[in-house]
């Protein structure tokens, strides 16, 4: 959960990495609509993390220990105004921001294996709840979704990114 993204940072220059939590499968097909809900806590705890990390570095920005970095990257969210511990603060509270925008935005997308599949079942009855989960249950639609998430995410996440940057640091102009 921790080595694989930073392994595939190092080589591919993307964090790439996955966890596994258990699951009652014939519970889910008994109450869909649960198991939607509870698809959606994942991704939840994600947004979570990036409001707390958001909320340190404007405290850190307010305190005057961080500032905008110019430019602004996955390892740059924020920059420290000394060296040290606050530099290593400042890189790691970008990192552990920037994984959990990008785990909270990759599990959302409707295609399977990924969360936001499983959350489309809100919006459908029971009946047709279990239908799209059989359907989308399949290895080949699980691999085949893996392919398209991974081929579209980057056009979703940079703009949502550039977006969390200027809601962080009003008047920055990123681009």
Do not use: Q
Not at 2 to 12: D, F, G, N, Q, R
Not at 72 to 77: E, G, L, M
Not at 98 to 123: H, T
């Amino acid at each position: 959960m921790v080595v694989l993204p930073i392994l595939a940072l190092a080589i591919i220059g993307w964090p790439f990495g996955y966890a596994s939590a258990p699951y009652n499968l014939a519970w889910a097909e008994r109450h869909p609509r649960r198991a939607a809900w509870m698809a959606l806590a994942g991704p939840a705890a994600n947004l979570g993390l990036v409001s707390i990390c958001a909320a340190v570095i404007r405290v850190g920005v307010l305190a005057g220990v961080f500032h905008a970095p110019d430019p602004a990257s996955f390892s740059k969210v924020v920059a420290a105004a000394g060296t040290g511990a606050w530099d290593a603060a400042a890189l790691m509270l970008s990192i552990f921001l920037s994984l959990n925008l990008i785990l909270f935005l990759f599990n959302l997308l409707p295609l399977p294996p990924l969360d936001g599949s499983s959350a489309l079942a809100l919006f459908l009855s029971d009946d047709a709840a279990r239908r799209f989960r059989e359907f989308s249950t399949r290895p080949m639609f699980g691999f085949i979704g893996l392919l398209i998430a991974w081929r579209f995410f980057g056009s979703l996440f940079e703009p949502v990114f550039t977006l969390m940057l200027n809601l962080l640091y009003p008047g920055m102009g990123y681009s």
